[in-house]
């Protein structure tokens, strides 16, 4: 191995990276890391309890109480890891990993399972850590995210299962600009075909109908949870977007709506439903992708031949199902969801597994299909920049996890997104150059200039 190691910094002699190298093989460089797959770890420490390892990696009592206050996690400090959610345990391995020595913070993938609270709350965090003076490096497809946090991006391409290249550094603010537009300007070097427009919706909205489904004071109840929804509605060619926490109870509302549980109140629904649910399976099913389709709609082929292609599902078409990855899965089910005739879409976090890309060609996908065919659907996810285009209007989910979960009216999307950052205290502005949202330095200017006019989203 040491060879090995020798040979690397001898092949990157004379750059940057050397000077890295070297000092990574010296040991002269401690890395704190946060892997993609949180799951290894549960192998390692699965017995252990979240306090235990929180104890041991702090300097005094007082600093261990600020961070369960500061990551809401006293009520699971007690919980061995094995216990834990996804999203707990994604939030425990940021915040062990964070509190590691290190001089380098090296976080892969770290929205995944986490609500939209959480990852603006955890870009916060860690936007403070690097005005402390830290260095850090992510990984995510969370664009707004990146765009928070990043002083500079490597724009990796390349061709999947093939080979992949890290681009040379770019400042952030352009670098997901040239990202986005597919041209990466400095390698004089095309990644994509088609340039990616996220700041002008594709559609104007004037042409919103009649109502497709409304509700009135639903009630529902379940084992130690409630929730509750006044009124509201989704209209024809009209996107309604779905914020809030994990547990507050949206897929339960989904649900209802898609007629899967019981509830009181009202809901009327003369339309037909079609509906992807946040979990699900694969891995008993032996059909073929081609056959999975077809069970949604047999002409598949004739009407969205061009969005297989554009979606990446024509190459798998003989695929078995249960052989898909999870991003491949999510994909293939979003998509026969979306062929399906019907006049109400309910797709409950249909981006989670997905790259930038992905996400945003499926993005385009929904709003065709409701827009193109006057259809209706209600979106439920916890990218910012995702929801915020594909949404023509947006729910907020308020309450108490795990406990009560109130459903607003769909508003528009401005207002939904400064309700919730007002909760959060944080205030979020779109970037002058590449129109992402991006988090305000705390008491900042800008910061302090949007909270005293009660814009905490422009
Ligand atoms: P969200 O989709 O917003 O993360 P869910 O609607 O899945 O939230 O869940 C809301 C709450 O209801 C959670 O506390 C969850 O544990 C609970 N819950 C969900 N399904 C059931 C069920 N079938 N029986 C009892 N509790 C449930
Ligand atoms: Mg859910």
């Known amino acids: 191995k040491s060879l090995d190691e020798k040979e690397i910094i001898k092949r990157f002699r004379g750059s940057e990276l050397q000077k890295y190298f070297e000092r990574l093989h010296y040991k002269d460089i401690k890395i704190s890391y946060k892997p993609q797959n949180i799951y290894v770890f549960v192998k390692l420490y699965g017995e252990k309890k979240v306090i235990e390892i929180l104890e041991s990696l702090v300097k005094s009592k007082e600093e261990l109480s600020n961070i369960l206050k500061e990551f809401n996690i006293e009520n699971i400090a007690e919980r061995k890891i094995k216990e834990l959610s996804g999203g707990e345990l994604q939030k425990i391995l940021f915040i062990i990993t964070s509190l590691k020595e290190h001089d380098l913070l090296l976080i892969d993938e770290v929205t995944n399972y986490l609500d939209i609270y959480e990852r603006v709350k955890i870009s916060s965090h860690l936007l403070e850590m690097k005005e402390k003076g830290d260095t850090i490096v992510i990984i995510d ?12 991006v490597h724009v990796v391409y390349g061709v999947q299962k093939a080979y992949g290249v890290f681009s040379s550094p770019i400042g952030a603010s352009d670098g997901i600009n040239q990202y986005l537009s ?12 088609k340039a990616i427009k996220l ?12 109502d497709i489904v409304s509700w009135k004071k639903v009630y529902i109840k379940l084992d130690g949870f409630e929730l509750m929804a006044d009124e509201g509605s989704i209209r024809e060619r009209e996107i309604v977007g779905v914020i809030g926490r994990n ?16 509830y009181e109140g009202e809901i009327s629904k003369e339309c037909s439903i079609s509906y992807k649910p946040q979990y699900f399976d694969f891995s008993d099913l032996e059909i073929t992708v081609h056959e999975f389709i077809s069970r949604f709609n047999p002409e598949y082929k004739k ?30 089910y979003c998509f026969s969801v979306l062929v399906k005739d019907a006049d109400l879409y309910i797709l409950d976090e249909p981006f989670a597994f997905l790259d930038i890309e992905q996400r945003i060609n499926m993005a385009k996908f929904i709003r065709d299909i409701i827009k193109l065919k006057d259809k209706a659907a209600l979106v439920i996810d916890h990218d910012v920049v995702l929801v915020d285009y594909v949404s023509d209007s947006i729910i907020v989910f308020e309450g108490e996890p795990g406990k009560k979960g109130v459903v607003n009216k769909p508003v528009e999307n401005k207002i939904a997104f400064n309700k919730f950052l007002e909760t ?4 979020m502005r779109r970037d002058e150059k590449n129109r992402i949202p991006k988090i305000n330095k705390k008491d900042s200017y800008l910061d302090r200039l949007q909270k005293e006019r009660k814009e905490f989203y422009t």
Not at 141 to 152: E, T, Y
Not at 307 to 327: F, K, P
Request: hydrophobic residues 35%; glycine residues 10%; charged residues 30%.
């Open 424 to 427: 959060l205290d944080i205030t």
């Open 247 to 262: 547990g507050i109870g949206k897929s339960t509302f989904a649900k209802a709506l898609a007629g899967e549980i019981k």
């Open 141 to 152: 497809h969370d664009l707004s995210f990146i765009n928070s946090l990043a002083d500079i």
């Open 199 to 210: 700041d002008v919706k594709p559609y104007t909205d004037k042409k919103i109908g009649k």
């Open 182 to 193: 597919g041209f990466i300007r400095k390698e004089n070097l095309k990644i994509r075909d």
């Open 303 to 332: 009407d969205y031949n061009e969005y297989l292609v554009r979606l990446g599902l024509a190459d798998l078409l003989d695929h078995r199902v249960n052989s898909l990855s999870g991003g491949e899965a999510q994909t293939l």
